[in-house]
């Protein structure tokens, strides 16, 4: 024990109680402590304890260590990216949110022009978050770059053996993420290991990771959701959600039995109302006041899991309205199509418009449009989608429900039934078109600004001066901030894109 | 400038963000500079566009906009812009009059500040200030008294039972020597609050604070025995404050192409306390300049981290002198000779002892120290010298920093400037050819 922790002892037990003795101090210690008064006990081992922490200090000597020296990264052959186009890389990773896309097209200019990234930004790029950036971006790291991903794991990950960790290891979003992965690879390995370890998840893990099985599901799926269903018990409200997504899975499954049952029973609350003594026969959505045989609650709560009561009178007018619309959206949109005999535009009239006060429009809306999705019918959102967005306050779709249906349907293929789509990027009509569409959108959410940097690759080349001569002239002014943040947002990707083009 | 300097005039993260959004040519609506300021105009959320302006010799902000931030988003999105993409903005004699007039302004204020003040009735001035130096003395040997007694009971007893003690009871402490005015020995004793009591070690820091604490007190008591430098270095300890005005023209100066190698801020008590690390080219000397401000107001300083200030540094007296204020700013040196560096540890440690030896108390000195390598040791990383002498680094100091400093030097020894503290070093930034690259702070 040195002489300082000698002391630590002493102070620990406290002066009065143990003896503290200066004779096993310094020698330059003692000297200097002869001067102090013995008398005063606690002064003079403060004293002490002041002098050999000072000289302690100054005497210290650094540890040597044998530790083998890093390897040093090896000598670079390509050269560095020239000054502008690290200017450029600033201004990307300056970008607030960052825009993964131009990002992604930048590395791929360099790995066109043979450069590599310049050692100042190798940490900041390595650890954006995006798949499709780290991908272009390890062909332009460089061999210090690739040096350098060697000290931290998550650089080095890959694919395969980091999503096996994040299952194993990992927090429930973690463990979600590799689910997805697994799923998209092999859906019935996914599924088994979902299985296998159910029994252990608690009911929030058993909900956060059921909802990865909507990703490739299939028949194969139906006995381990049956017997998942089986299993619960009780109807506390995060109970009622998972059993609620066990329904929509088995709805959702091919040739399910659920299925079938929704598209039997909902096209009965459709009647023929003759008119003109008989001569024409129009069809009217009529549906229950109370409950009947099929809008029952022990059905719809107890065996399905949705609320029993109306969650919304503004939204839904009675129970079974609320019932009708969450089964339409999990319902195949066809069976419409052949009960009403019409098309598209023609089933989304019936409901929105012909059947539905303009105010309890958008849930409505929401049900077509999540079916469309879910049995992947572009026509039917694009008619939803478009005629919904015409109606002030029926877009109130969250953030969620939109990731869901771009999913499902890119955003650029909403337009693809009625407009053309050039080689690359967008014709300047379509862009047009787009940025109407999302001009009447940020009128209810600032987040459709994000819309045009997901598309930052397609957008036509327009003008500074054409962007401004597409925003109205006469929107109010509390709308004005998201138009012009939307216009300003689209010129930059277009300067930035014309920067990455011209390296 | 460049845009990393820029960015370290932040005064937080949001304020970095918003200017880091307003750095884009078509938000602004004019775009102008000269030799002495820059100028810009930007629509904000009022209805006439915000008058945004910096003046280049001082890096000092100005702008109409009602931010109390300093400097706010638009001044910092105008520099950062300009550091950017300086052809985006007009060279310009003609000042408009918003612009001139505060340039004008600040350069007469400038040259007042730099005549000598003209004396009221010396001799009464002289007699109040001795009178409040004697009154304010009483009250802190006072002080000094009380907690010297507080410290021997601590040790009479023991530390074994200081975790249980309790915030409170540091804090009472404290605020007593606040009262006594002396508010060094406040914070001395705050620091037993900042002990981790679950790390192996609080036994050895307990008893290390205790002897520092009382150290300063003993000084307190042998104060005419010391020489008037170290007298000066006690009294600060103590919490003297130290203001321009108790510079007096005996006060050392030091012109030098200055390096500011880093800049940390922390908070204490609502006021934001900014250490700016210098290294003069010529001199050879190390400073400590030291700014405050209250809340967020944000402080204004012509030191820019990473830069070289030309610059006049007024020194105050100590054994060690050490701490500084601008005396005189005359602009920019944007080459970066290499500085003069020790070859090793050992070599830093003799300068850091004969520091000690004329200022027992001196820490967080930064210390330029070349072929210096990154080598990991389980999982801790440390640098290590050429004699394979090693110094952990600081904890502060991140793993993403760790690799920056890695990416930075591919693993060959590099010319570091450290931040030695207390057992610990911390990069501040490093020699990167013709360049001094800062290390994110």
């Known amino acids: 024990m040195n002489t300082w922790n000698e002391l630590v002892q002493v102070a620990l037990l406290g002066t009065e109680k143990s003896n503290f003795s200066p004779e096993s101090l310094p020698q330059p210690v003692q000297t200097l402590l002869a001067k102090a008064d013995r008398q005063d006990r606690e002064g003079f081992f403060l004293t002490a304890a002041a002098l050999t922490y000072q000289y302690e200090r100054s005497g210290k000597k650094r540890a040597v260590i044998d530790l083998p020296a890093l390897t040093p990264a090896e000598q670079e052959s390509r050269s560095e990216a020239p000054q502008e186009a690290i200017k450029l890389l600033k201004t990307l990773l300056d970008q607030l949110p960052l825009n993964a896309t131009l990002l992604s097209l930048y590395l791929q200019k360099l790995q066109e022009k043979g450069w590599i990234i310049p050692s100042a930004y190798l940490v900041r790029l390595l650890n954006v978050n995006d798949a499709q950036v780290q991908q272009f971006l390890l062909p332009v790291l460089g061999k210090r770059g690739d040096w350098l991903r060697s000290f931290h794991f998550p650089w080095q990950r890959d694919a395969e053996t980091d999503w096996e960790k994040s299952w194993q290891e990992g927090k429930v979003a973690e463990r979600k993420k590799a689910l997805y992965a697994f799923r998209e690879q092999n859906p019935t390995l996914a599924r088994q290991r979902l299985e296998e370890s159910w029994s252990e998840l608690s009911a929030r893990e058993r909900k956060e990771l059921l909802e990865v099985l909507l990703l490739n599901l299939s028949n194969d799926d139906e006995a381990f959701l049956r017997a998942a269903q089986q299993e619960l018990k009780g109807h506390k409200p995060l109970t009622q959600e998972i059993r609620q997504l066990i329904f929509r899975l088995l709805t959702l499954l091919p040739t399910g039995d659920e299925q079938l049952f929704l598209q039997q029973n909902l096209p009965t609350y459709i009647i023929r109302e003759k008119k003109l003594l008989g001569l024409i026969s129009t069809p009217k959505l009529v549906l229950p006041e109370g409950e009947d045989t099929f809008f029952s609650l022990p059905r719809f709560a107890q065996d399905w899991g949705f609320y029993g009561q109306n969650p919304d009178s503004y939204q839904y007018q009675s129970l079974s309205d609320y019932w009708f619309w969450e089964a339409v959206a999990l319902t195949n949109p066809q069976i419409w199509r052949e009960a009403l005999k019409t098309d598209w535009a023609g089933v989304v009239k019936f409901f929105t418009i012909e059947n539905a006060k303009a105010d309890r429009s958008a849930a409505r809306y929401k049900a077509l449009l999540l079916a469309s999705v879910r049995f992947n019918i572009p026509e039917l959102f694009v008619e939803a989608y478009q005629k919904g967005v015409s109606f002030t306050g029926a877009t109130t779709f969250s953030l969620q429900d939109y990731q869901l249906i771009f999913q499902r349907i890119p955003f650029r293929q909403l337009y693809l039934q009625k407009n053309e789509l050039l080689q690359g990027y967008w014709s300047a009509e379509l862009s047009r078109h787009i940025f109407q569409e999302l001009l009447e959108l940020v009128k209810s959410s600032h987040v459709y600004v994000d819309f045009a940097r997901q598309a930052s690759e397609y957008w036509y080349e327009f003008s500074e001066a054409e962007i401004d001569s597409l925003l109205p002239a006469d929107t109010p002014s509390y709308y004005r901030s998201g138009e012009e943040k939307l216009a300003a947002q689209l010129k930059e990707i277009l300067s930035l894109r014309r920067w990455i083009r011209a390296l | ?441």
């Open chain 2, 1 to 441: 400038m460049t845009e990393e300097q820029v960015l370290q005039l932040a005064p937080d993260a949001a304020s970095l963000k918003a200017g880091k959004a307003l750095a884009v040519e078509n938000k602004w609506v004019t775009l102008a500079y000269n030799s002495r300021v820059l100028w810009g105009e930007v629509q904000g959320s009022g209805k006439d566009p915000y008058r945004t302006q910096v003046d280049l010799q001082q890096t000092a902000f100005k702008c109409s906009c009602p931010s109390r931030k300093f400097p706010c988003k638009h001044g910092l999105g105008l520099l950062i812009l300009f550091a950017k993409s300086a052809p985006a903005f007009q060279n310009s004699e003609n000042e408009p009059t918003w612009v001139s007039e505060w340039v004008d302004k600040r350069q007469t204020k400038a040259e007042k500040a730099a005549e000598p003040a003209k004396e009221v009735n010396p001799e009464q001035k002289e007699k109040d200030r001795l009178k409040r130096q004697q009154q304010r003395y009483q009250k802190v040997e006072a002080g000094v008294g009380e907690l010297s007694q507080w410290l021997r009971d601590l040790v009479r007893t023991g530390t074994l039972n200081v975790p249980e003690k309790g915030y409170r009871y540091f804090e009472q402490t404290a605020a007593r020597m606040v009262d006594a005015q002396a508010t060094g020995l406040a914070n001395g004793v705050k620091a037993f609050n900042a002990i981790a009591y679950t790390s192996p070690d609080w036994q050895s820091q307990v008893l290390k604070q205790c002897s520092q604490l009382y150290l300063w007190t003993e000084a307190f008591r042998n104060l005419p025995e010391l020489s008037p430098e170290l007298q000066e270095d006690v009294k600060n300890a103590i919490g003297w404050g130290r203001s321009a005005k108790d510079l007096g023209p005996q006060a050392e100066c030091i012109t030098d192409d200055w390096l500011v190698l880093g800049r940390m801020s922390r908070e204490e008590d609502r006021i934001t306390v900014q250490q700016n690390w210098l290294y003069g080219y010529s001199s050879g000397r190390i400073a400590l300049v030291l700014n405050f401000s209250y809340q967020n107001a944000g402080v204004e300083t012509p030191l820019v981290p990473g830069r070289i200030s030309k610059a006049t540094l007024q020194f105050y007296p100590s054994a060690f002198p050490f701490r500084a204020l601008v005396k005189e700013h005359t602009g920019y040196e944007n080459r970066y000779p290499e500085a003069k560096a020790f070859q090793d540890f050992t070599q830093a440690d003799t300068f850091l002892r004969q520091i000690w030896q004329q200022q027992p108390w001196a820490d967080e000195l930064p210390l330029w120290v070349e072929q210096l390598v990154l080598i990991k040791a389980e999982r801790e990383w440390l640098l290590c010298d050429n004699q394979r002498q090693v110094m952990p680094l600081d904890p502060a100091f991140g793993e993403m920093q760790v690799f920056e400093l890695l990416a930075l030097s591919g693993g060959q020894p590099m010319q570091v400037c450290i931040l030695h503290r207390e057992g610990y070093v911390y990069p501040l930034g490093l020699q990167l050819g013709n360049s001094y690259q800062l290390l994110a702070v």
